[in-house]
DNA sequence: TCGAGATCGATCGGAACATGAACCGTTGAG
DNA sequence: CTCAACGGTTCATGTTCCGATCGATCTCGA
């Protein structure tokens, strides 16, 4: 009697934990989804880049110093949308860890050059690999020519002209 | 002479102030993309939201109030990716304003579930319009059909299986 | 029916991070 | 030569993150 009872009744009331939420108003907005891909993204990077005793940022600017394109502090500030002052403590780190070095810019001695010592880019390479089969998992459900896609469709939020 | 001498160096040693870096390792780094394309959408929404009184994250809150779903503080937690302390505080505020309540959920007397009050609903209303004004503003160069796409991607990254 | 253990929300404190003013040495224009 | 502007640094401030803990409530097995 009891038992009838509760199974007539019809709507759950609240039947999923947590999903249903994904259908809703923001599941459409694209900025929600942003932040919400790059918090999955940026933590699952971080623990992986842990073992390299990077993060995402240092990550970051180590790979610009390893690559050839020698930036001031300045461009990297602009590039990696950080406040100048953080770049400084960000390179601080790094330079005291002998992966990269300042180099006053002979065109300009107020600017400072960021370049990759050996050993830098040596990390940076193991670094790299550790960050890309990262990657990869996160894209298991993508085709690569939707990666490819996804790539240029977030240059284009990334990098407005 | 000495001019000669210098006009002889090939490359132009920094040619380009900061636009160079784009087309370096991390221009194709989906992460940092990621990164960098949630940092502009995440400005370009505050700055939007700032007239309502709105971040995005409280905007993020009373969206899911003002929708039906009446989720708890947990799930809101986790959906937002934030931790269970940050929400309290987050509808401390909203609901000192008058835009939302929490009703503890009768099925669970632990839980608070959150509604959003008329007022609430009518801050919103104003405020997605604000917010989709400025994501139609960053997706200028974006077809209507890779709008849509790049959503489906960005789910894919938000909610894995 | 009872009690042990888990869960929800709230609160607090310390760590990490962001923001902005003030500084110094350097640069480039007039 | 002077002066405003700029690159890098430091510091103070405010914000956000994250863990530990608490009281109330729920769940499950004995």
């Not at 073992?51 to 600017?61: F, I, T, W």
């Not at 020698?70 to 860890?97: C, G, H, M, W, Y």
């Not at 050059?113 to 193991?126: K, M």
């Given at each position: 009697m009891r038992l009838a009872i509760i199974v007539a009744v019809p709507p759950p009331e609240r039947a999923?934990?947590?999903?249903?939420?994904?259908?809703?108003?923001?599941?459409?907005?694209?900025?929600?989804?942003?932040?919400?891909?790059?918090?999955?993204?940026?933590?699952?990077?971080?623990?992986?880049?842990?073992?390299?005793?990077?993060?995402?940022?240092?990550?970051?600017?180590?790979?610009?110093?390893?690559?050839?394109?020698?930036p001031t502090q300045r461009e990297l500030a602009e590039f990696l949308r950080l406040d100048p002052s953080q770049v400084v403590a960000l390179i601080d780190d790094l330079e005291k860890r002998?992966?990269?070095?300042?180099?006053?810019?002979?065109?300009?001695?107020?600017?400072?050059?960021?370049?990759?010592?050996?050993?830098?880019?040596?990390l940076f390479a193991r670094a790299q690999s550790s960050a890309h089969a990262v990657e990869l998992g996160l894209l298991a459900a993508v085709t690569p020519e939707d990666h490819a896609r996804l790539a240029q469709l977030l240059r284009l939020l990334a990098f407005p002209e």
């Amino acid at each position: 009697m009891r038992l009838a009872i509760i199974v007539a009744v019809p709507p759950p009331e609240r039947a999923r934990p947590a999903d249903g939420l994904r259908d809703s108003v923001l599941g459409r907005d694209l900025s929600f989804l942003l932040v919400r891909a790059n918090a999955l993204t940026l933590a699952a990077a971080n623990a992986a880049l842990a073992e390299h005793g990077l993060k995402a940022r240092s990550y970051s600017v180590l790979a610009l110093a390893a690559d050839d394109t020698r930036p001031t502090q300045r461009e990297l500030a602009e590039f990696l949308r950080l406040d100048p002052s953080q770049v400084v403590a960000l390179i601080d780190d790094l330079e005291k860890r002998g992966l990269v070095e300042r180099r006053t810019d002979p065109a300009d001695r107020r600017a400072n050059v960021l370049v990759a010592t050996d050993e830098g880019r040596e990390l940076f390479a193991r670094a790299q690999s550790s960050a890309h089969a990262v990657e990869l998992g996160l894209l298991a459900a993508v085709t690569p020519e939707d990666h490819a896609r996804l790539a240029q469709l977030l240059r284009l939020l990334a990098f407005p002209e």
